[in-house]
């Protein structure tokens, strides 16, 4: 078969696989739901943060606005990709899985929306406690770091050890995200004077961020205890709705009602501890 004829077959095949998922995702009322449910809100959230953000005139609160912008941006981009086939396709699990040799709907595109997204809601945390430069990179580091591994074992169907081997990495990471929010974050927070939101948002976030990777080893991925792709996508959308949408609301609007507060923290980010 000739190059082109060779592109085509692979060109026809991707296209019949993508339309095999969407009738996949139409035909599960909670899948789809859980998907279209996520765009309707994120559409929403878009909205309403740009016109909560319309009178935030200083730099910095500018930039934890953006950053917050960002999340649903990427959020419904990211379920459009979903509803579309386009970041979602069958896997067939590997020897030992509970559904070994069964085909499994995996959205992976999901881990892609996460390393996208959850380094703004870093970003913004950041920000508002004023945390140094090094800080805040090795924490959104280690957060991406999260997300790629978390990717790396939704997709891998060769070997079970190597599925766990990679949640586990993924879970090393999110333990220094963990350690950052609950100890030199919070600590930085107090300093700058934005303690009683950042902790709020700290909860908010180690709480709900928490519930991903256990949702992964009881669904299908992991140990299959909750066999329903529709039930499993739907605690994804819930904690996505809470940990998005509702965390950048309650930034957003504080920030909008103490931008005086968060110039004046904007002291040390950029410098390391020590510095002058």
Not at 21 to 29: E, G, K, N, T
């Amino acid at each position: 078969m000739s190059g082109s004829g060779v592109e085509f077959a692979a060109q026809a095949s991707l296209l019949t696989a993508q339309s095999d998922v969407v009738s996949a995702i139409r035909d599960d009322a909670l899948l789809n739901s859980s998907l279209w449910v996520n765009v309707a809100l994120a559409g929403v959230a878009v909205l309403l943060f740009v016109y909560m953000g319309r009178n935030v005139r200083g730099g910095r609160a500018r930039l934890i606005w953006g950053a917050t912008l960002m999340i649903p941006l990427v959020s419904i981009s990211s379920y459009l990709g979903l509803l579309s086939g386009l970041t979602v396709g069958f896997l067939q699990m590997p020897a030992g899985h509970p559904l070994a040799g069964e085909e499994v709907l995996s959205q992976w595109g999901r881990y892609l929306t996460w390393a996208l997204s959850t380094p703004m809601i870093l970003l913004a945390l950041g920000l508002l406690a004023d945390v140094d430069r090094g800080s805040l990179f090795t924490v959104i580091a280690a957060d991406i770091g999260m997300c790629v591994t978390g990717l790396a074992a939704a997709m891998t169907t060769s070997s079970l050890l190597f599925r766990w081997a990679f949640y586990l990495v993924s879970c090393a990471f999110f333990v220094v995200v963990l350690y950052a929010l609950l100890t030199e974050w919070t600590a930085a927070a107090e300093d700058a004077g934005t303690a009683e939101i950042f902790q709020t948002l700290r909860v908010l976030t180690v709480v709900l961020w928490l519930g991903y990777p256990i949702i992964w080893a009881v669904g299908v991925e992991g140990l299959a205890l909750v066999e329903s792709v529709g039930l499993t996508s739907w605690a994804y959308s819930l904690l996505d709705i809470f940990a998005k949408y509702v965390f950048a609301f309650l930034l957003l609007q504080w920030v909008a009602d103490n931008e005086r507060t968060v110039a004046s923290a904007g002291s040390t980010l950029g410098a390391a501890p020590g510095d002058d």
